[in-house]
């Protein structure tokens, strides 16, 4: 039996905002949010989210752990402190997308899914987001959409994060 954790007053306050939009019968429609704002806070999707989030949304714990595991923007394992998501759709692939990704899997030293030995980077592939005319694009901790990843832009990017890893 997995256990639940205990989620901070302010990921509980996001949740209870976003399951205030449904009627009561339904608030298992605000499952993705819950996850998102349990993620935010935890930094991955652990089973223990999975059955804090289930029991808060009165579900089963094995709908809320298919929610989490069909969309790729939920983590279900432990990752880096920076999650690197680069596109390898089509169109991005067509406009360096494939000379972007070798390039972060060289310069990181790790593959896709694979997070580096100090645990500053995960690199992940992605579909579609949506940019195909800014590409190659990435996403950096599903939240900052980057374009034009040349290895210049993706140097300068690493380095940024680098540092503000180091400040906080």
Known sequence: ??????????????????????????????????????????????PEVIATVAQIL???????????TFYNMYDTKKIGKYKLVICTNLPCQLTHGETAATYLKETLGIGYNETTPCGTFTLKEGE?????????????????????????????????????GKAA
């Open 1 to 46: 039996m997995t256990t639940t954790l205990q989620l901070s007053d302010k990921t509980l306050a996001d949740i209870a905002r976003n399951v205030a939009k449904y009627p009561p019968e339904q608030k298992q429609s605000a499952v993705m949010a819950s996850l998102i704002a349990a993620q935010t806070e935890v930094g991955w999707v652990s």
């Open 58 to 68: 009165e579900m089963p714990t094995i709908a809320v752990d298919e929610v989490a």
């Open 128 to 164: 579609c987001m949506g940019a195909c005319g800014d590409s190659p694009v990435m996403l950096v901790n599903n939240k900052r959409m980057c374009s034009f990843m040349s290895k210049e832009k993706i140097d300068a990017l690493l380095n940024e994060l680098r540092a503000e």
